[in-house]
């Protein structure tokens, strides 16, 4: 069975400062791999998705992440956060195409001014 | 090209009894998901339905149940509400291939349903 970890609850930056939201999976099989975002109030927004490739993975809104198959985790950055993108970060997996999606508890994005 | 929809927005609801939650999904898509997100946590799979048929059911009672119709939207039950099921309901529309793939590989989400039980 697949598993997802998001490691902090809640993470505080400033405005313009890097951040890095981390996400641990467990699979015995390989997986696909998805980071959505959740604004207040609302539904879920696909950012990026890691199929196979390239484990460097760029999304919207200036956000990437970058697949580790050894060390099992597929952790979002960016290198400049903005007031706008306070929100809930949820990482994902899915074993197969069109599956369904285990998601992680979700990481609050908390932007400083 | 037109989105995921859900309705209604928000529902209030009493203990025990039955609602009915409502989606369309995007144009072209023939597979829709549904998931529950309770209050501070991840959103949690229910099940999911391809060509009127359910494809696949998460850890949830059968009092949770789905139907999709032939335009692909779809509907989700749940009977002899439960305080518990107080949530947000989301629904997720992808296209899903025949063997041999085609699939899309992404489900995109609608704003979902806050469902309230009193």
């Known amino acids: 069975a697949q598993s997802v970890t998001q490691l902090d609850s809640q993470v505080p930056v400033f405005e313009e400062a890097p951040v890095e939201l981390r996400c641990n999976y467990s699979?015995?099989?390989?997986?696909?791999l998805f980071w959505y975002v959740q604004y207040p109030n609302q539904g879920l927004q696909l950012l990026l998705k890691?199929?196979?490739?390239?484990?460097l993975v760029k999304g919207i809104n200036g956000f990437e992440a970058e697949f580790n198959k050894s060390q099992t985790s597929f952790h979002l950055r960016k290198p400049s956060v903005h007031i706008s993108d306070t929100a809930e970060y949820f990482c994902a997996v899915s074993m197969n195409r069109d599956d369904k999606i285990i998601f992680g508890k979700g990481t609050r994005l908390h932007i400083l001014p | 090209e037109t989105g995921v929809t859900q309705s209604p927005t928000h529902l209030i609801k009493t203990r025990g009894q039955q609602v009915t939650l409502r989606c369309s999904s995007q144009?072209?898509?023939?597979?829709v998901s549904w998931y529950q997100q309770a209050l501070g946590q991840g959103p949690q799979f229910i099940f999911q339905y391809y060509r009127e048929e359910e494809n696949g059911r998460g850890n949830f009672p059968p009092r949770f149940s789905g139907l999709q119709f032939p335009n692909y939207s779809s509907e989700l039950n749940v009977n002899a509400l439960e305080l518990d099921d107080s949530a947000l309901y989301l629904c997720?529309?992808?296209?899903?291939?025949?063997?041999?793939?085609?699939?899309?590989?992404?489900?995109?989400f609608g704003p979902g349903t806050r469902l309230t039980v009193l």
């Open positions: 890691y199929l196979s490739g390239s484990t």
């Open positions: 699979s015995s099989v390989s997986v696909y």
């Open positions: 997720a529309s992808s296209l899903a291939g025949t063997s041999g793939g085609g699939g899309t590989d992404t489900q995109y």
């Open positions: 144009s072209g898509h023939n597979t």
